[in-house]
């Protein structure tokens, strides 16, 4: 779908994980893929702190 950790399932949700320390974690299994992002984002905080990934993403920019 795009987006770190986040799949779709069979049934059409999205499947949010996250691994930390080695261990992968089910975040939970969501209805829309803007609340998955949501709660992935919400995990990286969680687990990552300071260091998670969704506060350095950069928007990009398409020159036409």
């Keep these: 779908v795009g987006h770190l950790g986040i799949r779709m399932t069979k049934e059409g949700k ?8 080695g261990v992968e974690h089910h ?3 969501f209805d ?3 609340i998955a992002i949501k ?3 919400e ?3 969680f687990y ?3 260091f998670a990934s ?11």
């Design 27 to 29: 975040i939970g299994n």
């Design 43 to 45: 995990a990286e905080d």
């Design 39 to 41: 709660a992935r984002e």
């Design 48 to 50: 990552h702190g300071d």
């Design 14 to 21: 999205f499947n949010v994980r996250i691994v930390y320390a």
């Design 54 to 64: 969704h506060k350095y993403r950069q928007e990009v920019v398409s020159i036409e």
């Design 32 to 34: 829309t893929l803007e």
